[in-house]
């Protein structure tokens, strides 16, 4: 009998010491959970007047945008500590070269002219000295761009939803989208909501019907003036 309940006794402790193994072997494993990938934009599709023209935007292995390229023409931007310094359309073209004096846009040169650039932090604006340009900056995305002191284009943004370029590490983006033929005007952090322009007088304004997906990322935007539609750009991501 007593051999019986030694048996017994042992056999509840080796399973206790079991059940107590499998116990912490469960704890200690940690659910696995798929942290989702970031969208980045790869393909623009834009439709004016009937032409539709489509730009493959392409990266580095920091997920830094390195090139547009389409069927006419192709942009190029170089990076040195993360900053944008030559952007250069085409292969054989003079590029803008960029410097920075403590991280911030100090100077362009271009076709062997220097441009030197002031920044006021106070309200986020660029001026090139010696010339009628500059622009401002809200956000990460460009406020307004102003030439020839009469001509300026002014841009309001929905900040609640994520444009293409909204997964961006760069502090500044504006030299991958102001100095590469207007892609300012669709390449942004958030999306636009209107575009106003003056020209030697003139105003109109262009305002945006915006579509998202599931994750508020823009798919698609229709550019309209009095109801009217100037441009449609659609929007395909990859995730990385």
């Keep these: 009998m007593l051999k019986k309940i030694s048996t017994l006794l042992i056999l509840i402790v080796t399973l206790s010491g079991c059940s107590k193994d499998d116990d912490k072997s469960q704890e200690s494993t940690p659910p696995v959970v798929e942290i989702p990938g970031k969208k980045y934009v790869d393909r623009v599709i834009t439709t004016e007047n ?3 023209l489509v730009t493959k935007v392409n990266y580095n292995n ?17 990076y040195e500590n993360d900053r944008v310094v030559a952007v250069m359309e085409g292969e054989e073209s003079n590029p803008y070269s960029l410097y920075y004096t403590n991280g911030v846009l100090s100077g362009i040169d271009h076709y062997s002219q220097n441009y030197s650039v002031t920044y006021n932090s106070s309200n986020k604006t660029y001026s090139f000295d010696g010339t009628n340009f500059k622009f401002g900056i809200t956000g990460r995305d460009i406020l307004f761009v102003n030439q020839l002191g009469s001509n300026t284009e002014t841009f309001t943004y929905d900040t609640s939803k994520k444009g293409p370029l909204y997964n961006l590490d760069a502090e500044n983006i504006f030299p991958i989208t102001l100095f590469a033929n207007f892609q ?11 575009i ?24 698609e935007m229709t550019l309209r003036t009095a109801g009217e539609e100037e441009i449609n750009i659609k929007y395909e991501y990859i995730v990385k």
């Design 184 to 194: 300012y005007f669709y390449m942004t952090v958030a999306p636009i909501r209107t």
């Design 196 to 219: 106003k322009f003056v020209y030697d007088g003139v105003t109109w304004t262009l305002v945006a019907e915006n579509i998202y997906d599931d994750e508020g990322y823009l798919t």
């Design 50 to 52: 009937g032409e539709t």
């Design 62 to 78: 920091k997920m830094q945008v390195i090139s547009y390229v389409d069927d006419n023409t192709s942009f190029n931007f170089q």
